[in-house]
Nanobody, 124 residues
Framework: QVQLVESGGGLVLAGGSLRVSCTAS????????MGWFRQAPGKEREFVAA????????YYADSVKGRFTISRENVKNTVYLQMNSLKPEDTAVYYC?????????????????WGQGTQVTVSS
């Protein structure tokens, strides 16, 4: 069993930056791919970014490519999402999740354990 806790969300002005973190407990996530998803009010949960177990390979949604960076520190059992040049449309609850072995990175159905989410609000 893995417990994930996201932190670092908050209110930021458009154009600003924010870093959200996801820390795991219960077992090591060092051998698992990890992903970030987000869900805005009235919308479906959507893929944001993902990273393989070593951190060498990353994946991004087109909407955040060039603005967001996913990274991880396996010794801390933590995954990060650095968000720059934030836009009002980035406003959502951001969730991290553990990818099932062998699953794709882009589909939420390929992820197992999920955190409770952290709210990110970008004001114009």
């Amino acid at each position: 069993q893995v417990q994930l806790v996201e932190s670092g969300g908050g209110l930021v002005l458009a154009g600003g930056s924010l870093r959200v973190s996801c820390t795991a407990s219960g077992r090591s996530i060092s051998s698992y791919g990890m992903g970030w998803f987000r869900q805005a009010p009235g919308k479906e949960r959507e893929f944001v970014a993902a990273i393989n177990w070593s951190g060498a390979i990353t994946y991004y949604a087109d909407s955040v490519k060039g603005r967001f960076t996913i990274s991880r520190e396996n010794v801390k059992n933590t995954v990060y999402l650095q968000m720059n040049s934030l836009k009002p449309e980035d406003t959502a609850v951001y969730y991290c999740a553990v990818r099932k072995p062998g699953g794709t990175y882009y589909s939420s159905g390929e992820y197992t354990y999920w955190g409770q989410g952290t709210q990110v609000t970008v004001s114009s």
